[in-house]
């Protein structure tokens, strides 16, 4: 049987990539995880090439952080899921219509209801509309009207 939705996971931390990776699979063996990169240049080429439904993407990485790495991405047709263990990114995570914001260590049950939230709205395929909701808000970010998307549950 074919694994339903492709993920890739992004965090310089390979220990941190690995006990993502045991917690996916323990709490959703259908996901398919296609790529785990170190870095985000990494990352960037692997989904220009590859189509992918779920990143979890850390935001503090050397040379390149994750918010980084999404501003330079044209096309964005997936879901991310912030995982850092810094909670001051929260903002900038909103503003890219991230699905989740988790702080690490990784609470399992935080975990499994963000995926969840996350899986359900994939299901919608509203990821698009938000990707561009979310650019079209960053492209007022020099102006005097500071607006962002947050995604519901609907």
Excluded: C
Excluded at 48 to 76: C, H, R, W, Y
Excluded at 113 to 118: A, D, L, P, S
């Amino acid at each position: 049987m074919a694994k339903s939705k492709k993920v890739v996971i992004v965090d310089d931390e390979s220990k941190a990539r690995k006990m993502l990776q045991l917690k996916l699979e323990e709490h959703f063996p259908d996901l398919e995880i296609t790529k785990s990169a170190s870095g985000a240049d990494e990352a960037m080429q692997f989904l220009a090439e590859n189509q992918t439904d779920i990143v979890f993407l850390d935001i503090s990485m050397p040379k390149k952080s994750g918010l980084d790495m999404l501003k330079e991405m044209p096309e964005k047709d997936f879901a991310v899921i912030f995982i850092t263990s810094y909670d001051s990114y929260a903002i900038e995570a909103i503003k890219f219509s991230a699905q989740g914001y988790i702080l690490k260590p990784i609470d399992d049950k935080e975990l499994v209801e963000t995926v969840n939230r996350t899986l359900k709205n994939r299901k919608k395929n509203n990821n698009r509309k938000m990707n561009q909701a979310t650019l079209k808000n960053l492209s007022l970010e020099n102006t005097s009207q500071k607006l962002f998307g947050i995604p519901s549950q609907e």
